[in-house]
Each structure stands twice: as C-alpha cells, then as structure tokens.
C-alpha cells in the first residue's frame, strides 16, 4: 500500500519560504498525480496544488505565484516550495495521491499524516 510521509514544516517568517516535501513508500509516485491540501484551525480543507503523473500543475488562487510544485519521480517524492508567505497560510498541509488524472481533493485515494505550518513573525 502506498504511504505518504510530509516533511519541511515548522515556523515561517511572513514573507519567508519554506519547502515541504512529501516522499512516498509503498509503491512508485511515478502514476500517481499527488496534491497538496491544507486545513486551517476552524476552517474546511483546501486544495491547494496539484501535479499530475505527466508533470502538469495547478494551483488555488490563494498561492498563485508563490507557491510551486514539483516532482522528482527518482527520489519518489513531491515537493511544494513556498515563497513569500502570509500568516494567511497557517495550517496544516497534507500530501495526497491519486490514480486519477487530476487531483479531486476530495477523493484522493492516499492520504499523509500532515506537517503543521505556522507563518508568524
């Protein structure tokens, strides 16, 4: 079964970067479109990013222009770079996967335990 393992959280400066990491176990990443999803305290999930198996991204408007994905199938991981943050983007990001073409956030079939960010000067 394929296991999905966040990393690269912690405190970050507004206007800071930081990068989170999302390494899989289990089985290759390389058919799997992986997305970033984050939980807020006191608000819903939001899907924040998401690449696909063939390297195609997509991004929430929240992170548009600061926030990158990427993928390095070798090392069976993914990797969400994140510039310029807000206090905005405090939450906690999970990792997920998916045999689906695109990421439905909402029915990803593997899901990580999460990495806490908190963005606060």
């Known amino acids: 079964q394929l296991q999905l393992v966040e990393s690269g959280g912690g405190l970050g400066q507004p206007g800071g970067s930081l990068r989170l990491s999302c390494t899989a176990s289990?089985?290759?990443?390389?058919?799997?479109?992986i997305g970033w999803i984050r939980q807020a305290p006191g608000k819903e999930r939001e899907g924040v990013s998401c690449i696909s198996s063939g390297g195609k991204t997509n991004y929430a408007d929240s992170v548009k222009g600061r926030f990158t994905i990427s993928r390095d199938n070798a090392k069976n991981t993914v990797y969400l770079q994140m510039n310029s943050l807000k206090p905005e983007d405090t939450a906690v990001y999970y990792c997920a996967a998916t045999r689906d073409v695109v990421c439905n956030y909402s029915d990803m079939d593997y899901w990580g335990k999460g990495t806490l960010v908190t963005v606060s000067s």
């Open positions: 289990g089985y290759i990443l390389d058919y799997y479109a």
